[in-house]
């Protein structure tokens, strides 16, 4: 599938995915949760904080780095952002990030060791602590570290090495019925037992046949990549710069695609139609039996399924999980006069893919006239529009000395006249002359 094939299925992805990402985040919390490993209250390099989160005065750690990297997993698990006052080779201190919350902890260096050691803590809360995914201390080199020891302590993390179990893995994640999963599953039974496995990665978030949402046939979020890729220039550009360039790559977006849906003849997008046409293809050759007004037996050489055209349903389940009818329901849909492609989901309609582009992106004119003020708090005043810098941290221990070498400010060099022959660059001292 091309890119604009992609970008036509688009339109109707946003909502359901929503959900699988979701999902995908509750179970990375359930990770990390696991994550969380080792009851002694020395702490070493390797491990992580106990499972019930405590924090004691007294409790050791190996080194201020280990202090550092458990205090973060207890800010993580236990959902509050944390807020360095003082690092260095003999103490540690930090707070809760929250104005006015009074949690605390002092950490310090034990005399005649390397270890560290609490020596002051207040453990309560009183703020709402962080009830999103957004937290601040769950780093990329957390989320590496983490995932590292979970993978170092799996002793069956090479467990999908066989070529035939990973074929066979991955016929059963595009299984439609729960049937043909669970065929596939006693398949990879027979050479390898996988259920560990399945119960630590529920089939709910990866099998077809047991998602709970809608993908219509998608399983990544490849829409963000194309984004990405699409206004990779303007990355290196100042922020003003960068979003002028995004609106203008938006525009020029919108207005290609406008005129692009206005050329179609059919009533659904250029991808859907082509599936559509290969389901009519393959009806032929089934033998459909109406049983009613609305259901119907396709019978074939394989297998016999039921449609139901008020529904939309068809027992292969493909008609449900892509949202196009499958060749059963084409068949049936045929066999009583219907236009098929009036029974695609209407996201993958021309009129919902010219809706997605039809709003409009307002010109703006050049920088120079831009007005450096903006409306008031009250009525239609003007206020003087102040941009204040980001709010920044001052980092641990003395700050690096920088010298300005601007050519502009040095002092310019004395040039040298000898006084008997009146040359440049040297002295009267230095003068070959003779007198």
């Known amino acids: 599938m091309n890119e604009n094939d992609r970008t036509d299925l688009y339109s109707g992805l946003m909502a359901e995915n929503s959900l699988a990402v979701q999902e995908l985040i509750s179970s990375s919390a359930l990770a990390v949760q696991e994550l969380m490993c080792g009851n002694s209250l020395v702490v070493q390099d390797h491990s992580l904080v106990s499972t019930d989160h ?30 360095i006052v003082k690092s260095d080779r003999s103490r540690f201190i930090a707070k809760c990030a929250k104005e006015g919350c009074p949690w605390r902890i002092h950490v310090a260096k034990c005399n005649g ?8 803590l207040h453990g309560e809360h009183t703020c709402e602590g962080v009830h999103n995914f957004h937290h601040q201390q769950a780093s990329v080199g957390w989320v590496a570290r983490s ?8 002793p069956r993390r090479d467990e999908f090495k066989n070529t035939k179990l990973v074929n066979l893995f991955w016929n059963a994640v595009y299984s439609l019925t ?38 219509y046939g998608h399983f990544t979020l490849g829409i963000t990549e194309v984004l990405y890729n699409w206004a990779l220039e303007g990355h290196e550009l100042p922020i003003v710069q960068m979003m002028e360039h995004i609106r203008t790559q938006l525009t020029l977006w919108f207005v290609e695609r406008l005129a692009l849906g206005s050329s179609w003849p ?13 389901a009519v293809a393959d009806s032929h050759c089934y033998q459909v039996l109406r049983a009613n ?6 019978v074939s050489s ?11 349903c068809c027992s292969c389940r493909r008609w449900q999980i892509f949202g196009i009818p499958c060749a059963h329901a084409a068949a049936a849909l045929l066999s009583c006069g219907e236009d098929v492609r009036l029974y695609a989901q209407e996201c993958f309609s021309v009129n919902k893919y010219l809706e997605a582009y039809s709003q409009n992106i307002y010109p703006l004119p050049d920088r120079t006239f831009w007005r450096e003020f903006c409306e008031g708090a009250e009525g239609d005043s003007k206020a003087d529009m102040i941009i204040r810098p980001p709010k920044t941290r001052r980092p641990p221990g003395r700050p690096k000395k ?26 009267q001292k230095k003068c070959t002359m003779l007198a």
């Open 302 to 312: 394989e297998r016999t399924n039921i449609v139901d055209i008020q529904r939309r």
């Open 54 to 83: 405590s924090l004691v005065v007294g409790q050791e750690f190996a080194n201020v780095e280990t202090c550092r990297r458990t205090l973060k997993d207890v800010a993580i698990a236990l959902h509050f952002d944390l807020r």
């Open 266 to 278: 059919s009533i659904l997008v250029p991808s859907a139609e082509k599936i559509i046409l290969e």
């Open 402 to 427: 920088k010298v300005l070498r601007i050519e502009s400010l040095k002092r310019p060099k004395k040039v040298v006249q000898c006084g008997r022959c009146h040359l440049l660059g040297h002295s």
């Open 147 to 154: 995932v590292e020891a979970r993978v170092r302590d799996n």
């Open 113 to 120: 060791g390397p270890t560290f050691s609490i020596r002051t």
């Open 178 to 215: 729960n049937t043909e999963f669970e065929a596939r599953v006693a398949e990879m039974m027979e050479i390898q037992d996988v259920m560990p496995w399945f119960h630590q990665f529920p089939p709910n978030l990866w099998a077809v046949a047991y998602f709970e949402g809608v993908r």
């Open 293 to 298: 007004k609305v259901e119907f037996e396709i």
